[in-house]
């Protein structure tokens, strides 16, 4: 079955730096567009990043555009989450998604960050 694993946030100070890390386990890894959601305390989820299968087509919100990149390693089925420049308004919980077949997405529990002094 598939596993979604999501890794890396954690407390850091404005103007800081995470690199956040999701594992997908048991699936067709690199056949798959994946990407990231967070989801701010009170607030309703939104799309951060999205990658295409191979790694060369991205898609960005715009508030972290020129901040945020998103990248994937397919022979470690493991996709990425650079995080530079962050803002208190980056805080939430961040969760990474892979779609599958048949309009299928798989989610994962998701990991913590806060931006805050």
Request: aromatic share 12%.
């Amino acid at each position: 079955q598939v596993q979604v694993v999501e890794s890396g946030g954690g407390l850091v100070q404005p103007g800081g730096s995470l690199r956040l890390s999701c594992r997908v386990s048991e699936y067709a890894f690199s056949v798959h567009r994946m990407g990231w959601h967070r989801q701010a305390p009170g607030k309703e989820r939104e799309l951060v990043a999205a990658i295409g299968a191979s790694g060369s087509t991205t898609t960005y919100a715009d508030s972290v555009k020129g901040r945020f990149t998103v990248s994937r390693d397919n022979a470690k089925s493991t996709g990425f989450l650079q995080m530079n420049s962050l803002k208190p308004d980056d805080t939430g919980v961040y969760y990474c998604y892979i779609e599958g077949y048949y309009d299928h997405t798989f989610w994962g529990n998701g990991t913590l960050v806060t931006v805050s002094s």
